[in-house]
């Protein structure tokens, strides 16, 4: 059976992601299309270039994640270094040392922009915080004159992940002002963009039609949310930074472990996260793998459950019922 599958953020949590691609694989059904937000963009845009469960266990074990925490000599001096890059580059940290290392991986399979994969085949979520408007990637990235096709995947993923002041937004330059002079309009020609978990970090609608499917050739969308806070220990809070990492970490787990609403429990699979938090670029080997096994436990145990009628008549009755609702609520659908 083909699927379409959502991939919810969280961080370093996403490990666990990549379990549930081995549980789906596991019995036998196949990605159709994958969208995700942060670190579930990752694991969609590894999906959709070919990686299999065995190969996504291989880089989990392989890869240290505080590499992706690098700073130049000059900013890594103690309490002032890191300040100075925050204000100057308003982030503790680049990100460019994830967005190589998600390159890496990608041109392994012969992927390098979009157009390289089939149409609409990978969706990444990413907030443009300059326009206050959240991006669907590739189709988005055309309001700056930037072509989909030629638009770099390991791009749109570093956009994605980029929580704000950990890592540095992603500054794009709109293609249409790139001739204008250096005057008091210079600034607008910027947008600022990051993680997409600040306007939709389970974007479980991406997928949905305001048509009524025909349900012989539906194909089911299911969710994976990574639940469950953090370690459960306080932040400790001893200046400007650490008040920072606890702002952000509290709040993308706070998004973590947000209320799914009924008519999208159907086709959600809730995997547990073990105390782990967003930003635990400390975690061990042996917390990755259970990471890992409890994605793939949690997805055979779902679909130990899951029928396709019952996803079929949960869909007519509950989603198409709700988009209906909302389309008729929406003042401009009625003028």
Known sequence: MRINAVFEGGGVKGIALAGAVAGVEELGHQFYQVAG???????????????KAEELREVIEAT?????LKRSAIFDTKFIGPLSRLFIKKGLFSGESLEHWIYGLLLAKGIRTFGDLKHNQLRIIASDISSR??????????????????????KAVRMSTSIPYFFDPVIIRK????????DKNFADQFVYIVDGGLLSNFPLWLFDSEEE?????????LGFQLVGRGSGKPNEIYGPLSMMRALFSTMLDARDERYIQKHNRFRTVKIPTLGVSNTDFDITPEQSLELFESGLQATRAFFGKWKLTDYKQNYVTHVCRMMRQ??????????
């Open 213 to 221: 499917p025909s349900l012989d050739q539906m194909i089911p969308t």
């Open 326 to 335: 909302n389309k008729d609520a929406d003042p401009r659908a009625r003028a």
């Open 175 to 182: 293609a249409a002002n790139r001739k204008m002079r250096f």
């Open 37 to 51: 937000t942060s670190s579930g963009a990752i694991v969609a845009s590894l999906v959709a270039a070919g990686y």
């Open 64 to 68: 240290p994640f505080r590499f992706f």
């Open 133 to 154: 408007r959240l991006l669907v990637l590739p189709d988005d990235i055309a309001q700056y004159g930037v072509d989909p096709k030629r638009f770099l995947v390991a």
